[in-house]
């Protein structure tokens, strides 16, 4: 299939819209896509959230809806959360959540009132906004305390985490993030909620697709609640899940309907029910294996050529690489890795000195170019890449960039990408 892909009534009625798919259809082709938190969907995810499932209204839950015409929209529902119970062996699943923010609230709305206290990993520390950072909705309405990780190992000091649990008895405990390239110990952190009463939340989204495949351990059983997107390793539309017990379900529930959501989005319904038919497949395992594999053969490559790796390495799909040594500030780095067509995002690094607008680190990810066929074979090329553009970078090259640009561009062609190719 050649690019832009054929979208003859967006052209005929939007070209100018038409055109920008089209751009960005030729963009994520000819890229080396790095960021951990994306990936490439099939085309048959695609065409399902593409589908004439948007135009229905479906407030309430299979059986139980606002609206009549259900008689379709309902079964895909249905499809979408017997396929997530029986992937990730839960007893209850609601499949509704709009991202994982909504998703976060919900279980706040479900197990917690204003101003009590909740936990979490920091946001710099590799945490995410809604475990109860000062500047989201739940640091604000909530009194969050928040955990790190050891300055010397740049490990999660379970030690550090029971004391402050048992010291601020928080409602919830939430465990997971966006910054985290090691395993996470589901079980340690449930004997901790144990001990301090707490509801043990797993926010798996930059790793749901792992713990489908086979290739990080599953929060089952320890997790009260498990909260993930679907567009991350998963591979599925940009959507979000909660899992459970049943004893949860009716909580978890009621908070996402009617307690913060309207009308769920039953054309990502649709598209998450694929997705999760897909990663039910003996392919996705493999893929999964695969995520890890190159991860760490890019982290061993990136270690051997002097880089400063968070931890020392990696357990999963995420590198977060500390740019101090190379005297190349993260954010100068990742915008001329994209001007070399590698595009990375730039991140905090734990005790970082710097501002979260023009932090120290980058972070990288595997799962967009596994999606994309790419081996642990490759991992060295693409490690001379990252070097040679951070030097660029810090040099103010920019024939040096686009010399990479140009071979990361035939590397990818060879590669066609899910999604965009037939
Ligand atoms: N924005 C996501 C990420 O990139 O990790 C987290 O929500």
């Known amino acids: 299939m050649t690019l832009p892909l054929p979208h003859p009534a967006l052209a005929a009625t939007d070209p100018e819209l038409a055109a920008l798919v089209g751009a960005e259809e030729q963009l994520q082709a000819d890229t080396l896509r790095l960021i951990p938190s994306e990936n490439y969907v099939s085309r048959a995810v695609l065409e399902a959230s593409g589908t004439v499932l948007q135009n229905k209204y479906s407030e309430g839950y299979p059986g139980r809806r606002y609206y009549e015409g259900q008689q379709n929209i309902d079964k895909v529902e249905r499809l979408a959360i017997d396929r997530a119970k029986a992937l990730f062996d839960v007893e209850h699943a609601n499949v509704q959540p709009y991202s994982g923010s909504p998703a976060n609230l919900a279980v706040y709305l479900a197990f917690a009132d204003p101003g009590d206290t909740v936990m979490g990993m920091a946001l710099p520390m590799g945490g995410h906004l809604t475990h109860g950072w000062g500047v989201s909705a739940t640091g604000r309405w909530f009194r969050g305390v928040q955990y790190g990780v050891r300055h010397d190992t740049g490990l999660i000091d379970f030690d550090e985490v029971r004391e402050l649990a048992l010291k601020e008895r928080p409602k919830i405990i939430f465990c997971g993030g966006t910054a985290l390239p090691r395993t996470i110990d589901f079980a340690a952190f449930a004997e901790i909620a144990r001990e301090s009463g707490a509801v043990l939340v797993a926010d798996v989204a930059h790793i749901a697709g792992l713990i489908a495949g086979g290739a990080h351990p599953s ?32 909580a978890l529930d009621k908070a996402v309907f009617p307690g913060l959501q309207g009308g769920p989005h039953n054309q990502t319904t649709a598209a998450i029910a694929v997705a999760l038919h897909e990663a039910a497949q003996p392919s996705f395992r493999d893929y999964a294996h695969a995520v ?18 968070v931890s020392g390495g990696t357990d999963n799909h995420l590198i977060l690489m500390d740019l101090t040594p190379k005297d190349v500030p993260g954010k100068v780095a990742a915008k001329a890795l994209d001007r070399a067509g590698i595009v990375v995002n730039y991140n905090t690094v734990p005790y970082d000195p710097r501002k979260p607008f023009d932090p120290s680190g980058v972070r990288i990810g595997t799962p967009s170019l596994t999606s994309r066929g790419l081996g642990t074979q490759h991992m060295a090329a693409v490690a001379e890449w990252i070097d040679r553009g951070v030097s660029a970078a810090g040099a103010g090259d920019e024939d040096a960039l686009a010399a990479i640009r140009a071979e990361v561009a035939e590397l990818m062609a060879a590669f066609p990408a899910p999604g965009l190719s037939a």
């Open 219 to 250: 929060p089952v059983p320890h997790a009260d609640v498990i909260s993930t997107t679907t567009h991350k390793t998963l591979r599925g539309p940009r959507g979000a899940m909660l899992m459970s017990r049943e004893e949860h379900a009716k």
């Open 292 to 309: 890890v594999a190159n991860a760490r053969a890019l982290a061993d490559e990136l270690l051997a050529r002097g880089f400063d790796l």
